[in-house]
């Protein structure tokens, strides 16, 4: 059988985000992907604006976030849901993060 006939685009939930504090799980948000999406681009429009500070050089750090180039690797079936975004572990601080895409 063709790969064309059985496309059936990704649709992801959300992106989850987990912080974990001395062994225990204390924050535990899913923000929906709509939310997401447009977040970011209300965010990469506010990061091209020719406003400076410190917020807008904080923004313009969006204009690099491709999710659309995450979910056609989704597509392809090179990766798969859920799918780990960013990972941060502080040992010193005994804090862990981590940001999913379900």
């Not at 400076?52 to 989704?74: P, S, Y």
Request: aromatic share 4%; proline share 5%.
């Amino acid at each position: 059988m063709d790969n064309q006939q059985n496309y059936r685009p990704v649709k992801p939930k959300g992106i989850r985000i987990q912080v974990t504090e001395n062994g225990a799980l204390t924050t535990n948000v899913l923000i929906p992907y709509f939310a997401v999406k447009m977040g970011l681009h209300f965010g990469q429009m506010a990061g091209n604006s020719r406003k400076k500070g410190k917020a807008a050089d904080e923004l313009e750090l969006l204009k690099d976030i491709d999710i659309e180039a995450v979910l056609d690797l989704l597509n392809k079936g090179e990766l798969s849901l859920p799918c780990l975004l960013a990972e941060v572990n502080e040992p010193d601080k005994n804090e862990h993060v981590t940001i999913t895409l379900e």
